[in-house]
């Protein structure tokens, strides 16, 4: 984990301005700052849009604008300001790094420390040799810390992770014994049990058709979490792969049981009344029929 000393911008960056440019020369610069602008911020953009809810509340647009305003304005007054901002950028990393570790970092000390040695008249040679090393021998152990922190959350999550497959099994297993002790149901090669009810007449659905269909969806505890009696449309690609594949099966005035894994439904969503990793059960009745094309 390196902490970046100041990068002496000073001598590396200016914002002076010219005092004249031709036209074709401004034209041309427009062009370049606009394409700048427009591409920096646009991927800027699209790393916002992908942070998670938590992240986006500290990393509103507004702040990020007002701090890129901030320095890309500076003028040759503010060359120090500018340093000091990309210096503070850079020592931060690291200081959010030990921090999402656990490690405890007051940053009033950091800047007092920081203050205190920079603005010293003089650097004491042995000083700096004995700074420089308990420097590092605090970090070793930062980055100790740090790593088994790392493992302790892979393997809370590798824990997570198998029990949430465990229950996904006993989801399954609930398929397996109702097939196993009700002939009539069917286990289809997807992982879904059926059982027509009453049989249909004309063509099937088919994948990439539709229908009118009457239903009532409940978990295995009976509980319903939907039901429509008055008939709604569905496209077999419209809804959850389970019910999608229940429905390309069936025929005008069919009707239908359907037991859906979670894997085929919500999977480990939780889904208004639905709880996460919930295998379904559908009663579905077929009342107009438009097969696929």
Request: aromatic share 6%; glycine share 8%.
């Given at each position: 984990?390196?902490?970046?000393?100041?990068?002496?911008?000073?001598?590396?960056?200016?914002?002076?301005?010219?005092?004249?440019?031709?036209?074709?020369?401004?034209?041309?610069?427009?062009?370049?700052?606009?394409?700048?602008?427009?591409?920096?911020?646009?991927?800027?953009?699209?790393?916002?849009?992908?942070?998670?809810?938590?992240?986006?509340?500290?990393?509103?647009?507004?702040?990020?604008?007002?701090?890129?305003?901030?320095?890309?304005?500076?003028?040759?007054?503010?060359?120090?300001?500018?340093?000091?901002?990309?210096?503070?950028?850079?020592?931060?990393?690291?200081?959010?790094?030990?921090?999402?570790?656990?490690?405890?970092?007051?940053?009033?000390?950091?800047?007092?420390?920081?203050?205190?040695?920079?603005?010293?008249?003089?650097?004491?040679?042995?000083?700096?040799?004995?700074?420089?090393?308990?420097?590092?021998?605090?970090?070793?152990?930062?980055?100790?810390?740090?790593?088994?922190?790392?493992?302790?959350?892979?393997?809370?999550?590798?824990?997570?992770?198998?029990?949430?497959?465990?229950?996904?099994?006993?989801?399954?297993?609930?398929?397996?014994?109702?097939?196993?002790?009700?002939?009539?149901?069917?286990?289809?090669p997807s992982g879904i049990a059926y059982k027509v009810t009453q049989e249909g007449e004309g063509p099937a659905v088919?994948?990439?058709?539709?229908?009118?269909?009457?239903?009532?969806?409940?978990?295995?505890?009976?509980?319903?979490?939907?039901?429509?009696?008055?008939?709604?449309?569905?496209?077999?690609?419209?809804?959850?792969?389970?019910?999608?594949?229940?429905?390309?099966?069936?025929?005008?005035?069919?009707?239908?049981?359907?037991?859906?894994?979670?894997?085929?439904?919500?999977?480990?969503?939780?889904?208004?009344?639905?709880?996460?990793?919930?295998?379904?059960?559908?009663?579905?009745?077929?009342?107009?029929?438009?097969?696929?094309?």
């Amino acid at each position: 984990m390196g902490i970046g000393a100041a990068a002496i911008l000073l001598a590396t960056a200016s914002c002076s301005k010219t005092a004249s440019v031709s036209n074709a020369d401004k034209s041309f610069g427009d062009s370049i700052s606009t394409a700048i602008g427009e591409y920096s911020g646009m991927n800027l953009n699209e790393i916002v849009a992908g942070l998670s809810p938590e992240q986006k509340e500290r990393f509103k647009k507004e702040d990020i604008l007002r701090g890129f305003k901030a320095t890309i304005m500076c003028d040759s007054l503010s060359q120090g300001f500018v340093a000091g901002t990309q210096e503070a950028v850079q020592l931060n990393n690291t200081l959010l790094q030990l921090e999402m570790s656990g490690i405890y970092v007051d940053r009033a000390k950091v800047y007092e420390a920081y203050a205190k040695a920079f603005m010293a008249d003089s650097i004491n040679p042995e000083a700096a040799q004995t700074t420089n090393m308990m420097f590092r021998q605090l970090m070793m152990q930062a980055n100790e810390r740090m790593q088994l922190e790392m493992a302790r959350r892979e393997e809370a999550a590798r824990k997570a992770q198998q029990a949430e497959a465990a229950e996904q099994a006993g989801k399954d297993e609930y398929i397996a014994n109702l097939v196993a002790n009700d002939k009539s149901y069917t286990l289809a090669p997807s992982g879904i049990a059926y059982k027509v009810t009453q049989e249909g007449e004309g063509p099937a659905v088919g994948e990439g058709g539709s229908a009118v269909v009457k239903y009532e969806g409940r978990l295995t505890d009976g509980t319903v979490f939907d039901k429509n009696e008055d008939g709604v449309q569905f496209a077999t690609n419209q809804v959850v792969p389970g019910f999608g594949e229940a429905l390309s099966m069936l025929k005008k005035g069919e009707k239908m049981t359907v037991v859906i894994p979670a894997v085929l439904a919500y999977g480990s969503r939780e889904v208004g009344s639905i709880p996460a990793n919930s295998t379904l059960i559908f009663d579905i009745e077929a009342v107009e029929v438009q097969p696929a094309q």
